[in-house]
């Protein structure tokens, strides 16, 4: 049965569950998302990829900066929901609005909770080298992704993977999982299974001070932080005084001083091992393959980077 919803997201990675929502025949009656904000060359305020979308579709949006005035609580209990769904919205939900909908309010998680609760789950995860990752249908509570866990779907993560690999998997996973939680819960037939006390880990938001890469870690660490921050907002060097993002990688077989190329296809020597460089953007350039750019600008053996 089509069930009464709110939206409530900003980013891509909302996009397939929206849109799941109004394949399966769900009445979407509003989409909140973060304000337009400034953007491009022009700095003109752009809308989120989610309210975009609302507008193409006929959906009425909210971009309200806070939903802790009572007028806001007010407007949102008056829609009259069976749910409220969550996808990387960026708002804190005060206890009146997760409590206004029949069913409360459901996010969808880019982690397996409790690890990587939080801001940035798919990039803390690849930057800590885990293995595995996934995607989690959850009860929402006034914790910080804290709540049951109605449904999970796990993928690996390999050795290519990068944030924007694993970040379109674990979106498409979401969505799925979302519309068969929503099935449950109509027919009454929903699980929630309480998150456990032990292995909490908390996906802070990405600094500046993290995106430099620091040459003298070992190539496994690196590794994983070139391809955690890629395609946004990138780890970045510097060869001959420019700043470069390093945007995907491989590890490498070699040695030598930290941050040292070891041959012309830019294999860079780190405290341990070695790191192949595979796609890099120069500053205010397009991406592209490494050995396109080489093609252009040599970077020999025995330079070093920054």
Not at 119 to 127: H, K, S
Request: proline fraction near 7%; glycine fraction near 10%; hydrophobic fraction near 45%.
């Amino acid at each position: 049965m089509a069930m009464r919803l709110a939206f409530m997201g900003s980013p891509a990675f909302a996009l397939p569950s929206l849109n799941a929502l109004l394949e399966a025949g769900h009445d979407v009656a509003c989409v909140y998302s973060q304000p337009p904000r400034p953007a491009g060359r022009g700095k003109r305020d752009r809308p989120t990829p989610v309210h975009a979308y609302a507008i193409e579709r006929g959906i009425t949006v909210r971009t309200p900066r806070s939903l802790k005035k009572l007028a806001e609580q007010a407007a949102f209990a008056a829609l009259g929901l069976d749910a409220a769904i969550v996808v990387a919205y960026g708002l804190i939900l005060p206890k009146a609005i997760l409590d206004a909908p029949r069913f409360g309010a459901l996010n969808v998680h880019g982690s397996l909770l409790p690890r990587w609760r939080g801001a940035a789950p798919i990039q803390r995860a690849i930057m800590a080298g885990d293995r595995v990752t996934g995607v989690q249908i959850m009860q929402m509570e006034e914790g910080l992704d804290t709540g049951p866990v109605l449904a999970s779907a796990e993928t690996p993560i390999e050795a290519d993977d990068t944030t924007a690999s694993v970040h379109d998997r674990l979106a498409s996973l979401g969505a799925a999982l979302l519309i068969d939680v929503l099935a449950k819960m109509e027919r009454g037939e929903a699980r929630a299974t309480p998150q456990s006390g032990e292995g909490v880990t908390y996906a802070h938001k990405i600094t500046p001070a993290e995106t430099r890469i620091d040459w003298s870690r070992p190539a496994r660490e690196i590794d994983c932080v070139i391809r955690g921050l890629a395609p946004t907002p990138g780890a970045w060097f510097e060869v001959n005084g420019v700043r470069m993002k390093a945007l995907d990688s491989r590890l490498g077989m070699g040695a030598g001083e930290p941050g040292e190329t070891l041959d012309d296809a830019l294999l860079v020597a780190c405290g341990e091992g070695a790191v192949r460089v595979l796609r890099v953007q120069r500053e205010g350039r397009a991406p592209m393959a490494a050995d396109a750019f080489l093609r252009g600008q040599s970077i020999p053996a025995g330079a070093r980077l920054g």
